[in-house]
């Protein structure tokens, strides 16, 4: 798979949802972040808000990079005040 081929982020904990086998908990997920489900899709969560999302070929291992990055940065940010 091609994400799992560039995945680095061994501190991110993952989770592999079958959708086929386990609809009711997709359509719950989907419902209670506000989004719009597709297969293949990848979620990044943080505090019960999904702040990536992505399908297809949109899912970028740079640009989840990125978005755990600025999540640090404004932890960090937070923390500092």
């Known amino acids: 798979?091609?994400?799992?081929?560039?995945?680095?982020?061994?501190?991110?904990?993952?989770?592999?949802l079958d959708i086929k086998q386990f609809r009711k908990l997709s359509d719950s997920i989907s419902e209670t972040l506000e989004i719009h489900h597709e297969s293949p899709q990848i979620l990044l969560i943080r505090n019960g808000q999904c702040t990536y999302d992505a399908s297809h070929f949109d899912i970028s291992v740079e640009e989840i990079n990125e978005t755990?990055?600025?999540h640090k940065t404004q932890k960090f940010a937070s923390d500092m005040q």
């Open 68 to 70: 755990i990055v600025w």
């Open 1 to 16: 798979m091609r994400l799992e081929s560039d995945w680095n982020l061994d501190e991110i904990p993952t989770y592999y």
